[in-house]
Structures are given as structure tokens and as C-alpha cells.
């Protein structure tokens, strides 16, 4: 059968006229009065406010708005509205985008309006010196055993009142056991460090760092057992470190190296090593030098120094050494790595496996004046002078 003639057939049985295309019907002289006075409110508005209405400020403005739009959507309600369209609110071309920037522009809803609260404003995620802060303040308690302390923050505001110590620039080296520091004007103590090493991958590659829980005595009673990288943070953004008592030191250093005697036993040695490293960011730093401290025999301590990164993973020679006796080497070195402390190597070394580390016995001085420092140590006089790492020699203070 003829496929024209089968759908002719179809197309003629329709008993409920559903086929039938009715034409478009004008509105009625009810309708358009209707739609006229609901334009005309439309128009009062206008003139008022000499605007078009708003979606976004009040629900009434909201209605006139939708009616507005939908008018503007009908081409026989623009027809029928022409001769009350007094305002020229129907004449209105479409908008077209041919760009990014006019999508931007055209925001009817105020939605890209400048805000404080913008997408890049964090709101509930904390900084990480805010959450050190809160480590620092949230974990104090009373301290219980307060007054075997309380002598020894007296004793260290009449100190610094007097002058006989000073609050020094902290720096990651200066935190260390029995140690007094400043933070926002409180004195505080750090008795012990519950010390671990936890490796941190970055972009740069894996990173070791010392971690752990501390017990820190404040002068106002209380105590905390915050994290150590919290309380670094927190002296390196505002703190000090409280230097020894000058006169303590000198009583100390004068008292050991006297009255030395072949019977007296070494407790340690302090050195000066040069780097024999073939790199030339290394090899090209005049004037650096390995200061540190060991119990051992010097050449014992070294000679596996091309495998360490605390020797720049090179060997080294071995400058000078000195014999302590009836002292602490290690409060001598301090007081070396304090002077030199703004003249200290700034590098990253990476081991074998990726391991960054960053030295922090190396420095740019001298030999000469490191000598000197030495010799300024073992006298007390090292308080009156300071290292000047820009013309590379010790000045007044």
C-alpha cells in the first residue's frame, strides 16, 4: 500500500480535532485591559525610581520584575502594550555575548559583586602560626611544682634588669634544654624535650625534623607540654632567647682553664675544620669553616665525613683543635655558634637518598677571628664584642 496514502488516512481520522491548528487569538478587551494596567504599575514604578524594577531587593520589586521579563517574552503582549510603553521598556534590543568579559558584566543578580567573603578568603581553616598559637596557649595548666622555679625566673629579670643577660634574636639552634626564652614579655622555661625525628616529604624532596612533646615552665605558674616545632615557631615569629648570665660564664670559663695539670682529664674537644669538597657553590666560599665539638678523638670523628651531610658529604682538614679540661665543651661551642650566629651557611644538602638537611656548624669567618672569639671566651671579655659578618671582623659593642 502507498505510504502517502496510509498517513492521509491517519491524518483524517481525528475524531476529536486534536490535529486542528488553531490560530493565535488576540487577547480579549478584558484580557488587554488587564495586561494594560498591569503594565501601567510596572511603568508607575519606573518613573518613580527611575529604574526597572530589581529580583534581588524586595519580593513586590521580584514580582514586577518577573512580570516585566515575561511581557518582554510575548510578542502579542508587546503588541498589544505598544501604545502604554511611554518608557520604552519593550523596544529593548536582546543582549548578545561575544565574550567572556560581557557574561561578567551582564550580572543581573549581583552574584560577582565585589565581597570580603570571597572564594579566597579561609573562613574556618586556620594559618599555621594560628595553629601554633593555639598549641602554645590551649595546653597550659597550673604547674603544680611552681615554686622550685620561681627563684629562677627572679633571679633572671634581675639579670636582665641589671644587664647581666641579654635577650637574643632566636634562631632554630638556640632551642635547647634548661633554656629561659621570651615570648610576648612572658619569661618561660624549657626543662625537657621529649625529642623524635619525623620525615616530611615536600616538593624539594624528603625532609627529617625534630619533633615531640616539651614540658615549658611560664613565670606566671602555669606549664605546657605543647609540641617542639610549635614553641619553634611561635619564638621564631616573636621571641627572644635569654643569653647566660655574663658573670656565671666568666666564673665558669676561668675556673676550668686554670690550674691544668697533665693528671687533669680532657672532657672533650673543640675544632676547626676547611671542607676538601670539589663543588664549586662550596669551594668557592672563602673563609668557611666547620666549627664543633666532640668526646672523641678528632680524627676518629671525621673520618667518615664524605658520607655525612654535617661535613657537606666530603672529607675535611683538620685546622685546629683544642683540649678542653674540667669544663663543658659544648657550652664553649654554643657560646662560638651564638657569636657567629649571622655569619652561619645557609644550604640545603641532599643525601644519597633524597634527604634534605640543612648544616648549621659551618661558617663564614676568619680563622683569625675565630681565634680571637676563642681567646675573648676563655677571658669573659667576648661580651663586650660582636662578630660583624659584613666586614668580617669582631667590633665593640
Same mark, same amino acid.
Given at each position: 500500500?502507498?505510504?502517502?496514502?496510509?498517513?492521509?488516512?491517519?491524518?483524517?481520522?481525528?475524531?476529536?480535532?486534536?490535529?486542528?491548528?488553531?490560530?493565535?487569538?488576540?487577547?480579549?478587551?478584558?484580557?488587554?485591559?488587564?495586561?494594560?494596567?498591569?503594565?501601567?504599575?510596572?511603568?508607575?514604578?519606573?518613573?518613580?525610581?527611575?529604574?526597572?524594577?530589581?529580583?534581588?531587593?524586595?519580593?513586590?520589586?521580584?514580582? =514586577?520584575?518577573?512580570?516585566?521579563?515575561?511581557?518582554?517574552?510575548?510578542?502579542?503582549?508587546?503588541?498589544?502594550?505598544?501604545?502604554?510603553?511611554?518608557?520604552?521598556?519593550?523596544?529593548?534590543?536582546?543582549?548578545?555575548?561575544?565574550?567572556?568579559?560581557?557574561?561578567?558584566?551582564?550580572?543581573?543578580?549581583?552574584? =560577582?559583586?565585589?565581597?570580603?567573603?570571597?572564594?579566597?578568603? =579561609?573562613? +574556618?581553616?586556620?594559618?599555621?602560626?594560628?595553629?601554633?598559637?593555639?598549641?602554645?596557649?590551649?595546653?597550659?595548666?597550673?604547674?603544680?611544682?611552681?615554686?622550685?622555679?620561681?627563684?629562677?625566673?627572679?633571679?633572671?629579670?634581675?639579670?636582665?634588669?641589671?644587664?647581666?643577660?641579654?635577650?637574643?634574636?632566636?634562631?632554630?639552634?638556640?632551642?635547647?634544654?634548661?633554656?629561659?626564652?621570651?615570648?610576648?614579655?612572658?619569661?618561660?622555661?624549657?626543662?625537657?624535650?621529649?625529642?623524635?625525628?619525623?620525615?616530611?616529604?615536600?616538593?624539594?624532596?624528603?625532609?627529617?625534623?625534630?619533633?615531640?612533646?616539651?614540658?615549658?615552665?611560664?613565670?606566671?605558674?602555669?606549664?605546657?607540654?605543647?609540641?617542639?616545632?610549635? =614553641?619553634?615557631?611561635?619564638?621564631?615569629?616573636?621571641?627572644?632567647?635569654?643569653?647566660?648570665?655574663?658573670?656565671?660564664?666568666?666564673?665558669?670559663?676561668?675556673?676550668?682553664?686554670?690550674?691544668?695539670?697533665?693528671?687533669?682529664?680532657?672532657?672533650?674537644?673543640?675544632?676547626?675544620?676547611?671542607?676538601?669538597?670539589?663543588?664549586?657553590?662550596?669551594?668557592?666560599?672563602?673563609?668557611?669553616?666547620?666549627?664543633?665539638?666532640?668526646?672523641?678523638?678528632?680524627?676518629?670523628?671525621?673520618?667518615?665525613?664524605?658520607?655525612?651531610?654535617?661535613?657537606?658529604?666530603?672529607?675535611? +682538614?683538620?685546622?685546629?683543635?683544642?683540649?678542653?679540661?674540667?669544663?663543658?665543651?659544648?657550652?664553649?661551642? +654554643?657560646?662560638? +655558634?651564638?657569636?657567629?650566629?649571622?655569619?652561619?651557611?645557609?644550604?640545603?644538602?641532599?643525601?644519597?637518598?633524597?634527604?634534605?638537611?640543612?648544616?648549621?656548624?659551618?661558617?663564614?669567618?676568619?680563622?683569625?677571628?675565630?681565634?680571637?672569639?676563642?681567646?675573648?671566651?676563655?677571658?669573659?671579655?667576648?661580651?663586650?664584642?660582636?662578630?660583624?659578618?659584613?666586614?668580617?671582623?669582631?667590633?665593640?659593642?
Amino acid at each position: 500500500m502507498d505510504k502517502t496514502k496510509i498517513l492521509d488516512e491517519i491524518f483524517a481520522n481525528d475524531p476529536f480535532g486534536i490535529l486542528d491548528i488553531k490560530p493565535t487569538s488576540s487577547p480579549t478587551r478584558n484580557e488587554e485591559e488587564r495586561l494594560i494596567a498591569s503594565f501601567d504599575e510596572i511603568n508607575e514604578f519606573y518613573k518613580k525610581n527611575k529604574r526597572e524594577p530589581n529580583p534581588s531587593l524586595s519580593t513586590q520589586e521580584h514580582q =514586577l520584575y518577573a512580570r516585566l521579563k515575561g511581557i518582554r517574552e510575548n510578542s502579542t503582549k508587546i503588541e498589544a502594550l505598544k501604545k502604554s510603553d511611554t518608557n520604552n521598556l519593550l523596544s529593548k534590543k536582546s543582549k548578545e555575548f561575544h565574550s567572556i568579559d560581557d557574561i561578567l558584566n551582564d550580572d543581573t543578580f549581583g552574584m =560577582l559583586d565585589d565581597d570580603v567573603d570571597s572564594i579566597y578568603t =579561609l573562613k +574556618h581553616i586556620k594559618k599555621q602560626e594560628d595553629r601554633a598559637e593555639t598549641d602554645f596557649v590551649a595546653k597550659r595548666k597550673t604547674c603544680k611544682d611552681f615554686k622550685k622555679y620561681e627563684e629562677l625566673f627572679k633571679n633572671c629579670q634581675e639579670d636582665i634588669k641589671n644587664k647581666k643577660r641579654k635577650l637574643l634574636k632566636f634562631s632554630q639552634d638556640n632551642l635547647r634544654e634548661k633554656e629561659l626564652y621570651v615570648h610576648n614579655g612572658i619569661l618561660l622555661y624549657l626543662e625537657s624535650i621529649q625529642s623524635q625525628e619525623i620525615k616530611q616529604e615536600f616538593k624539594s624532596g624528603a625532609r627529617v625534623r625534630k619533633d615531640g612533646r616539651t614540658r615549658v615552665i611560664f613565670e606566671n605558674g602555669t606549664q605546657s607540654n605543647m609540641l617542639y616545632r610549635s =614553641l619553634y615557631k611561635i619564638l621564631l615569629a616573636n621571641g627572644f632567647t635569654v643569653s647566660e648570665n655574663i658573670e656565671k660564664v666568666n666564673e665558669i670559663l676561668q675556673e676550668s682553664f686554670k690550674n691544668i695539670t697533665e693528671e687533669d682529664k680532657a672532657s672533650g674537644w673543640i675544632y676547626i675544620l676547611k671542607s676538601k669538597s670539589s663543588k664549586k657553590e662550596i669551594k668557592e666560599i672563602q673563609n668557611l669553616y666547620k666549627i664543633g665539638y666532640t668526646t672523641t678523638d678528632v680524627k676518629e670523628r671525621i673520618k667518615n665525613a664524605s658520607q655525612e651531610t654535617t661535613y657537606l658529604l666530603a672529607d675535611v +682538614h683538620i685546622v685546629m683543635t683544642y683540649k678542653c679540661f674540667n669544663m663543658n665543651p659544648q657550652k664553649l661551642e +654554643h657560646l662560638l +655558634h651564638t657569636f657567629f650566629g649571622n655569619a652561619c651557611l645557609q644550604m640545603d644538602i641532599y643525601d644519597s637518598k633524597g634527604h634534605r638537611y640543612t648544616p648549621r656548624e659551618w661558617f663564614i669567618a676568619p680563622l683569625d677571628v675565630i681565634e680571637k672569639a676563642i681567646q675573648f671566651i676563655i677571658s669573659g671579655e667576648i661580651v663586650n664584642y660582636k662578630y660583624d659578618s659584613n666586614n668580617e671582623c669582631i667590633i665593640p659593642i
